[in-house]
Antibody
Framework: QVQLVQSGSELKKPGASVKVSCKASGYTFTSYAMNWVRQAPGQGLEWMGWINTNTGNPTYAQGFTGRFVFSLDTSVSTAYLQISSLKAEDTAVYYC???????????????WGQGTMVTVSS | VIWMTQSPSLLSASTGDRVTISCRMSQGISSYLAWYQQKPGKAPELLIYAASTLQSGVPSRFSGSGSGTDFTLTISCLQSEDFATYYCQQYYSFPRTFGQGTKVEIK
C-alpha cells in the first residue's frame, strides 16, 4: 500500500546535526512532491517547505532557510531532512507528507509519515 | 502569505451533536482547501480536499463547504472516535499554510 515510513526518534545536543529519512513505497516516488511539516510540542502544524522529486529542487518556507536542507535519494525512494546547528527550539515532531491526489501542482497531503520526534537537549 | 483564521480553537460537544468549524482566508483561494484530523501522538489524516471532496474511506458524517475565503467543516453526528484536533490548510499558493487548529473535546 501507499505509505511513507520515517526514521526513528532522535536525541541530540545543541549545536549537533540530525538527518531524518522518509521512505516512500506503493507509488512512483518521482511522481509527487514531498513536503515537510513541523509540529512543536503542544502546537499546531507548520509547513516547512517542499522538494520536487523529479528535479531535486527544494523550496523552503520563511524561517526554515539556512540550517534546514531537503534532499533525495531517488534510487531508494527516500527523502531526507537535515537540520544543522540544532537549537532547543528545534525540538518537535517532523513529518514528511505527499499529495498523490495532486492535480496540476495543487496537492492536499493524503499521505503522511508517522513522524520523527527530534529532541534537542544538553 | 495567505493568513488563515480557524475558529473556534476549542469546541466542547457531546456524542451525537452536530458541530461546525470555520476557516477564513485573508484572500481568495478558490476551492484549494483541505481539512485534516489529528489524534494525540498520530500523524494528521486527510478528511476533505478541494473544499468539499471526501477523501476515500472517510465517513460520510464529515462534510466540507465553501469557496473563496470562507470554509466550513461539519460533523453531522459526532462519534466518540471524532474527538480530536482538526486543521484546515490552503494549498492554493506558497507557502502552504495551516489554520491554528480546533480541538474537539468531550463536553
Amino acid at each position: 500500500q501507499v505509505q511513507l515510513v520515517q526514521s526513528g526518534s532522535e536525541l541530540k545536543k545543541p549545536g549537533a546535526s540530525v538527518k531524518v529519512s522518509c521512505k516512500a513505497s506503493g507509488y512512483t516516488f518521482t511522481s509527487y512532491a514531498m513536503n515537510w511539516v513541523r509540529q512543536a510540542p503542544g502546537q499546531g502544524l507548520e509547513w516547512m517547505g517542499w522538494i520536487n522529486t523529479n528535479t531535486g529542487n527544494p523550496t523552503y518556507a520563511q524561517g526554515f532557510t539556512g540550517r534546514f536542507v531537503f534532499s533525495l535519494d531517488t534510487s531508494v525512494s527516500t527523502a531526507y531532512l537535515q537540520i544543522s546547528s540544532l537549537k532547543a527550539e528545534d525540538t518537535a515532531v517532523y513529518y514528511c507528507a505527499g499529495g498523490t491526489i495532486a492535480v496540476a501542482g495543487y496537492d492536499a497531503f493524503d499521505i503522511w509519515g508517522q513522524g520523527t520526534m527530534v529532541t534537542v537537549s544538553s | 502569505v495567505i493568513w488563515m483564521t480557524q475558529s473556534p480553537s476549542l469546541l466542547s460537544a457531546s456524542t451525537g451533536d452536530r458541530v461546525t468549524i470555520s476557516c477564513r482566508m485573508s484572500q481568495g483561494i478558490s476551492s484549494y482547501l483541505a481539512w485534516y484530523q489529528q489524534k494525540p501522538g498520530k500523524a494528521p489524516e486527510l478528511l476533505i480536499y478541494a473544499a468539499s471532496t471526501l477523501q476515500s474511506g472517510v465517513p460520510s458524517r464529515f462534510s466540507g463547504s465553501g469557496s473563496g475565503t470562507d470554509f466550513t467543516l461539519t460533523i453531522s453526528c459526532l462519534q466518540s472516535e471524532d474527538f480530536a484536533t482538526y486543521y484546515c490548510q490552503q494549498y492554493y499558493s506558497f507557502p502552504r499554510t495551516f489554520g491554528q487548529g480546533t480541538k474537539v473535546e468531550i463536553k
